[in-house]
């Protein structure tokens, strides 16, 4: 990723990423010692070369309960990751397919950035609870929840159904409890950070990387390839379970984030901020899109124009994005970070070099 110099709840990380929701964690203070976490998210292509399982495996024994605590517990990890691939829920030759972990995960193997070479540094969490149904309904209706619940009968007779036909977005058997992994997997990075942060004044970073993506997934259903927003789920999740009231979500992608945009659009303490490409899909991310009611003010939208890059980028976060942050004073800072914008994505012409 990138860090800004000025907003200390960032750290750098050269992880790409639109379907990956990389959640960024980390602890710091503002000048009035206020506590800070910041989150984020990212997305990915390729991933588990033989070891294709549908779900995170698990390496941590537990006498009761499948699911083990998320929290982390006598480490000096500066990095705690979390997997959550959906390896079924795959359309072959389809833009958003299960490739896309799985290439993440090959990149930072390439990189070194992984524990096989920074040992104890980074640690991966293998073991998280899906997301809750209420979790989800946060966000979205529960008609919508249990009507996709409802829908994977369909899946699995057919092989594959059409859940939306803006993307178009797909749904195989496996959907509904890989899209509940995936809202887990940053959840669980959230309980784990924060957990950390009562012991440490320097909490590791927390990095999701998962599928399915979330962030054009509005609040009464699918959309782009989107089926439950991750990153949504877990602001509001933070502030319902943790107390962190004023959170910054920061999306850089080709395409608008309108579904996080669409379920903070009237509230005043989640300011979200959108920088894409003017005039892409779906269309919506105007400059004069700020927000509404009580929310007025606290949704900013940047669309850059066709084959902005590095410099661009850098620009915009120098001189808007932390400036807008340092502002808002925000507890949490969650990161949703988008593949197509990066360097040979294949759509559109945001292009990001690192």
């Known amino acids: 990723m990138w860090q800004p110099m000025e907003l200390r709840t960032v750290h750098r990380l050269s992880f790409a990423g639109n379907v990956l929701f990389s959640m960024q964690l980390c602890l710091h203070k503002w000048k009035n010692q206020s506590r800070s976490y910041s989150i984020t998210r990212f997305g990915g292509k390729n991933f588990f070369s033989e070891r294709t399982r549908p779900s995170i495996y698990c390496s941590i024994a537990a006498e009761n ?31 958003e397919s299960n490739f896309r972990v799985p290439a993440i995960i090959n990149a930072l193997e390439k990189m070194e950035l992984s524990p096989m070479y920074r040992g104890s540094e980074i640690f991966e969490l293998q073991n998280f609870r899906p997301a809750s149904v209420n979790d989800i309904a946060n966000v979205h209706s529960r008609a ?91 602001a509001r999740y933070a502030q319902k379970v943790h107390g962190l009231k004023r959170i910054f979500i920061i999306d850089f992608d080709v395409h608008h984030g309108n579904g996080t945009n669409d379920a903070f659009y009237d509230d005043a303490d989640i300011f979200f901020l959108s920088t894409h490409q003017d005039g892409s899909y779906p269309g919506t991310g105007k400059i004069d899109e700020v927000g509404h009611g009580k929310g007025e003010g606290t949704t900013l939208n940047l669309p850059l124009p066709g084959g902005s890059g590095d410099i661009a980028m850098r620009t915009v976060f120098d001189e808007i994005i932390v400036p807008c942050a340092q502002k808002f004073k925000p507890d949490l800072i969650l990161v949703s970070a988008g593949q197509f914008a990066i360097h040979h994505g294949n759509l559109l012409h945001v292009v990001i070099q690192h």
């Open 144 to 234: 919508y929840v249990s009507g996709l619940e409802k829908a994977m009968d369909q899946a699995s007779q057919q092989g594959m159904i059409f859940i939306d036909g803006s993307g178009p977005t797909y749904a195989t058997a496996t959907t509904f409890h890989e899209s509940l992994l995936a809202a887990g997997a940053g959840i669980s990075l959230v309980d784990s950070v924060v957990e950390a942060s009562k012991k440490s004044q320097n909490p590791p970073i927390g990095f999701a990387l998962i599928r399915p993506p979330g962030h054009h997934a509005i609040p009464k259903g699918p959309m782009g390839f989107c089926v439950f927003g991750n990153v949504a789920i877990a």
């Open 65 to 95: 309960d499948p699911y083990v605590s998320s929290t982390v517990q006598g480490t000096d990890a500066k990095v705690i990751y979390s997997v959550s691939p959906a390896m079924g829920h795959n359309q072959e030759s389809h833009p």
